[in-house]
C-alpha cells in the first residue's frame, strides 16, 4: 500500500474500500441522502416557524453543516464535501441524461467556460455578498431557503449551458474555498505511473472526470473533487486515493501564476474577522448595523466589511510581501512571490475558522437537538430532545480549543513562509525576508485573538 | 546530530509553551467586594456589555429589559435570570474562577437572539496574555523549524 520511498498509503489497495470506490451506487446513495436532506430543508425554511433558533433550515444549514464542513470535511478529506454535495446533482444528471454513467447523448449546450471568468474570483465575490448579508442570511429561514434554491437552480442552469461542473468549479462560493483549503488535507487523487497516462491514448480519466480535470497534469487538489470517477474508469487501475502527510501540496513554487487564490485567501481571513466581531463580539450596535439591511449602518458596515476584505487585508499582505522582496532581493516577478507566498496564508485561515467555528457553534448545539424533535418551530417534540439545553460548564473549554487552533495555524503558516521564502532567496538574506511576512501573519492571528478572547 | 537538534528544538519549544500555559501570573490582592451591574437588555444587546469583578466577589446583576422579554445565563455558572419588558429581575452570586465567562440572551428574543451575548471578566484576562505569548512562540518556532 505505500509506495516505495513515499509517505503515502493508497486507501484504494483497502479491499473494503476499493469496492465501495468502484461501484457507482454507494456514492449515489449517499448523494441521494443529501439531496433528500437539502429539499427537506428547503421546504422547512419555507414553511416553519420565522424565528431561526427554531428552525431546522437556520440550525442544520449555518451550525451543523457548517460546522462539519469546518471541523471534519475540510480539516481531513480536502473537497471530500463536494462528493456528496446535493448542489449539482440534479443539473448534472439532466446534463448526462442518466443516474450513474454518461449516456450516449447528454442534453445541454456543451460551452466551454470564457476563459475571462476562470478562477476563483467569482466565487470571492459571492462569498462577499454572503458575508455583507450574514447576518441576514443567518437568521432569516426563509432567506436560507431561497439562497439554497437559487444556488440549485444557477447550479443546473450552468450544467445546461457549459460543459462539466462548471458551478463547481468557478462560481460557488463553498467550493471555493474548500479548494484553497483542501491542499492542507491528508487525501488525495494522483496518478501512480505517469508514464502508463503519457502512452493511453483514451484518456478516460479525463474525458470521464465531471471536473474536466486531468489527474496526470494535476498539481494540486483544489480542482478535484473525489468523486472517484477516474479511480473506477481507469483501465490500468493507476489512479490511487492517496492518504497523505497534512499540507503535501504546500511550499512548491508555482509555474502559474493565481492571484484569484491569493484574493480568496485573503477574503477568507477578513471575513473570519468580520464575523468573529459581529457574532460573538459583544457589540450590539455592530449587531444591529449587520442585521438592518439598507439602513445607513448597514452601509457603514457593509463599507467597512468590503474595506477590509479588498484594501486593508490585501494592503497590508501587498506591503508584507513588497518588503519581503526588498529585504530579500528575490528575483521572481512581485506578482509571482505574491501568489506564491500566500500559500502560507492557507492553513493560517484554516485554523482562524476552526477557531471561530468552536465559539461559534459549541453553545448552539443545543439547538441542532432541539430542532430535530421540532423541525419546523411547530412546538412538537418527535424524539424528545426539544427542551435539552448543553450544560453551561462544558462551554468552559471553548476558550482554550480556539487558542489552540488559531497557535497551530500560525506555526504552519510561519514555517510555511519560511520555506517558501527560501526558495526565492539567499539563505543569508531568508531570515530578514521571512519577518514581514511572519509579521503579517503574527497581526492577523493577534487580532483574533483579540476578538475571540478579548 | 540532527535528530538531536530537532529533539532539542522540540523540547525547548513544547517547554517554553508550558512555560507560557502554566506559569502563575502575579495576582492583586483584593479583598473580596459587593458587585452591583445594572444591565439594560435591548435589541441583540446587553448594555454594560463587558462586566468586570474579581474572584471571590459578591455580584449583584439586575437585568432590565428594555423591548422584548431577554434571558441571561453565563458559561460556566449555573444561573438564569428572565426579565420581561419594563421589569427588573435580579440574582447574586460569587464570582468564581479568573478567566473571562461569555454573559448570553437565554430567551428568544428575536432573529440575532443566539448572537446575544456579553462578558463576564473575572480578574485579569490571563487567557489573553497567554495566547500572545504562545502566538509569538508559534511565530519564531515556525520560522526556526527546519532550520535547526
Known sequence: MFAPGESRLNLARLRVLDKLIKSRWPLLLARSITLAGFVFTILVGLLGSP?????????????????????????????????????????????????????????????????????????????????????????????????????????????????RRAFCSYVCPIGGFTGIYAKTAPLEVRVIDSDICKSHAEKTCYTHCPWGVYPLAMRDSSQCGLCMECLRVCTYDNISLNLRPFGSDLGQTNSITRLDET??????????????????GPWGWLKSAAYDVGSTAWWAYTGAYLALSLLVLPGLYTLAVWWSQKTGQAKAPFKRLLADYSQALLPLGLFTWIAFTIDFAFPKFSYVLQVLSDPFGWGWNLVGTSGVSLPSALLGAAPVLQVGAVVVGLFWSANLSQRLVAKQVQPARARRAILPLAGFSLLFSLTMLLLLLG | MKHWKKILFWGLAISLGLVISLAPMPVKATSSNQKLFKIQASRFAFSPAVLAVNPGDQVTIELVSQDVVHGLSIDGYDLHLVADPGQ??????????????????????????????GKLQVGGNDLLWRAAGLALLAVIAGVWWKRV
Open chain 2, 88 to 117: 427588573t429581575a435580579s440574582m447574586t452570586f460569587t464570582a468564581g474562577q479568573a478567566g473571562s465567562y461569555t454573559l448570553r440572551c437565554s430567551e428568544t428574543c428575536g432573529a440575532m437572539h443566539p448572537f446575544m451575548v
Open chain 1, 263 to 280: 484574493l480568496l485567501a485573503l477574503v477568507m481571513l477578513s471575513s473570519a474577522l468580520s464575523f468573529s466581531a459581529v457574532f460573538i
Open chain 1, 51 to 163: 424565528v431561526g433558533s427554531h428552525n431546522f433550515a437556520i440550525i442544520f444549514v449555518w451550525i451543523a453543516w457548517w460546522t462539519a464542513l469546518k471541523l471534519f470535511f475540510i480539516p481531513l478529506g480536502g473537497r471530500s464535501w463536494c462528493s456528496v454535495c446535493p448542489l449539482p446533482m440534479p443539473g448534472e444528471w439532466l446534463q448526462n441524461g442518466s443516474l450513474l454513467t454518461k449516456a450516449q447523448k447528454s442534453i445541454g449546450l456543451g460551452m466551454r467556460w470564457p476563459r475571462r471568468l476562470r478562477g476563483n474570483w467569482l466565487a470571492s465575490g459571492l462569498f462577499l455578498l454572503i458575508g455583507i448579508f450574514s447576518a441576514l442570511t443567518l437568521t432569516d429561514a426563509r432567506l436560507t431557503a431561497w439562497i439554497l434554491l437559487g444556488l440549485l437552480g444557477t447550479a443546473m442552469l450552468l450544467s445546461l449551458i457549459f460543459e
